[in-house]
């Protein structure tokens, strides 16, 4: 176990730095930590701080990169939730689960997508309660649309860093999400399909 000395927190935090080249905002941050605790767990508080900051990141270009198709982020997470669904559709209900939003902001953003001709309701012919949201043929084209606007951005954001290096952090991040969540077994329940891969969750 490493001990940070009280004397000189800022050179434990640099020295965590040049390890691995110059400092990003992070270890600005950890400095600022160390001075404030010196027997703060930096490590685990620094990668929190670095997956919290990439995925804001990427949400933000993300998001500017949607601007010019005039799409949301609401939009791209119901089209490309429908869009992994088994046959293209889920009741109203699992996407109210989903989106983390109330009924009516629900209710208010399929109606919106059904009047662009994205998607189509209705009424479950085993249960008359349940609504069924379909996505359209034209909503496909436009998810697909959106699916290549979404790999591009990601694209970009790694373009400088090598494959060898994403392949080590995709496997590190594997061996993370397993000691939170366990293992997925054979098959996806279709609570972890609309899970998997989802775009961070917009403000309702």
């Known amino acids: 176990m490493t001990v940070v000395s009280e004397q000189a927190p800022e050179l434990a935090g640099n020295a965590m730095a040049s390890a691995e080249g110059d400092r990003d ?10 001075r404030e605790d010196p027997d703060i767990d930096v490590v685990a508080k620094s990668t929190v701080a670095r997956l919290r900051r990439l995925a804001n990141r990427l949400e933000r270009e993300l998001r500017r990169d949607l601007l010019p198709l005039e799409i949301e982020m609401w939009e791209l997470e119901v089209l490309l939730t429908l869009r992994r669904a088994p046959d293209h559709q889920l ?3 699992a996407l109210l689960r989903y989106c983390q939003v109330t009924s009516g902001a629900i209710s208010n953003r399929l109606a919106r997508l ?3 001709g994205w998607v189509r309701r209705d009424i479950c012919p085993t249960d008359r309660r349940q609504v069924l949201v379909t996505l ?9 649309a959106l699916i290549a606007t979404k790999t591009e951005t990601e694209q970009r954001m790694l373009a400088n860093v090598d494959r060898d290096t994403l392949e080590r952090l995709s496997t590190d991040l594997r061996t993370l999400l397993l000691s939170i969540e366990g293992p997925a ?8 399909l609309l899970a998997a891969c989802a775009p961070p969750t917009a403000p309702s």
């Not at 077994?185 to 972890?192: F, R, S």
């Open 25 to 34: 905002q992070v270890d600005l941050v950890v400095a600022h930590w160390l």
């Open 91 to 93: 009741s109203a209900g």
């Open 114 to 116: 059904e009047a662009r």
């Open 136 to 144: 359209t043929p034209d909503g496909e084209r436009r998810a697909t």
């Open 185 to 192: 077994g054979e098959e996806l329940t279709p609570e972890q």
